[in-house]
């Protein structure tokens, strides 16, 4: 694999007594979603902000593009945190100030940017987040959505390589949580920056994670993809991914990826002369939806789908879970051949419908 965009080495870095980071060594990769877990008080906050520059390490060494920071120049290391952008869990957007205040309020303190040059670049990214039409408001006057997506133009307004996000998702529901999740993907898909987040949301955030770091008693226990994980044989890991075998994903009520894995194997994996089954696949174009009809919407329309899959096909002995953000997968066990409406979403005009299968 490439060389890290950032790298931890032996990382320590305690508070009086109290030793918070271990020997943390982790790998960030350009232009991936990494997210990073653990338990409360485990010392997450404390490596976000070694990675934005607010602390530094008792021992060990922080990398970036493969050079130490401790080892740059003062315009490098300035250069190095310009390159950073941080999405802060209250959004801390100034309720005195409109959204074109509030996005153009880093321009305005980091660079020497003319106003007329502050405005086109503001307005570009106004444009690009569909704000437009709240330009002049106040963070007050919109929903909670609507502010999250002002908060995250503010982050991207500098071109960011890094966006750092501290419990984007904390004290949303499902539908609004997963809003969120999808509009992190879009935008990083969209601008290509690099996303670190900080998550206790699982396993949502399973959904758009390129890789996954896990923080325990102050080291990174794991890192890796999901799918690597559950090969991953650790105790730490194994307790871990024990606590999501119950879980169900609650915006769908369906089981969880683990849960899942668990059933599939228990019924499908025994050895047996003939395992006959049908998978059906059920899939929501999303990205188009939410353009169509906001996110709020868009994932509604995926909790109504997941309650009318889990009425049909458990009754069947059928069980599913969401595999990605937009995906459904239901399994049969011992059924050939699906003997019961098959439902697909079709847009027509300013609405999608449910429609019978072709």
């Not at 060389?3 to 990769?29: A, W």
């Not at 005195?96 to 880093?106: A, D, G, K, Q, R």
């Not at 898909?189 to 890789?211: E, N, Q, V």
């Not at 066990?333 to 019978?356: A, G, N, S, V």
Request: hydrophobic content about 40%.
């Amino acid at each position: 694999m490439d060389t890290p965009l950032i790298e931890f080495r032996d990382v320590v870095k305690g508070f009086g007594d109290r030793t918070i980071l271990n020997g943390v060594d982790l790998k960030i990769y350009k232009g991936q979603i990494t997210t990073l877990i653990g338990k409360s008080g485990t010392g997450k906050s404390v490596l976000l902000k070694h990675i934005i520059g607010l602390l530094s390490p008792d021992s060990g060494s922080i990398l970036f593009d493969g050079k130490p920071v401790e080892n740059m120049t003062k315009k490098e290391l300035d250069n190095y945190k310009s390159r950073i952008s941080y999405m802060f869990q209250s959004n801390a957007l100034f309720d005195s100030m409109t959204v074109f205040e509030n996005i153009s309020l880093p321009l305005q303190q980091t660079t020497r940017m003319r106003k007329k040059e502050i405005t086109t670049r503001v307005m570009n990214r106004i444009n690009q987040m569909e704000l437009q039409d709240v330009v002049h408001r106040y963070p007050s006057e919109l929903s909670g959505g609507m502010q999250k997506r002002v908060a995250l133009a503010r982050a991207l307004v500098t071109d960011p390589e890094i966006v750092l996000f501290d419990e984007p998702t904390t004290g949303q529901d499902p539908i609004r949580r997963n809003s969120i999740l999808t509009m992190i993907a879009r935008y990083k898909k969209k601008f290509g920056f690099t996303a670190i987040l900080i998550s206790h949301d699982i396993p949502d955030m399973f959904f758009i994670s390129d890789r996954i770091l896990l923080l325990w008693e102050g080291k990174i226990a794991f890192q890796g993809t999901y799918e690597e994980s559950i090969a991953f044989e650790h105790p730490m890991i194994d307790e871990f991914l024990h606590s999501l075998e119950g879980f169900h994903d609650e915006l769908t009520g369906l089981l969880s990826k683990q849960a899942f894995r668990m059933r599939y194997d228990s019924i499908l994996r025994r050895r047996q002369k003939e395992k006959i089954f049908t998978a059906i696949l059920f899939k929501l174009e999303l990205d188009q939806m939410c353009e169509l009809m906001g996110s709020d919407l868009a994932f509604q329309s995926l909790r109504t789908l997941g309650e009318y899959i889990s009425k049909q096909m458990d009754a069947k002995g059928g069980f599913s879970a969401r595999q990605s953000m937009e995906q459904i997968l239901t399994i049969l066990p011992h059924t050939e051949i699906p003997y019961f409406p098959i439902l697909k979403w079709q847009r027509h005009k300013q609405c999608w419908m449910i429609l019978p299968w072709d």
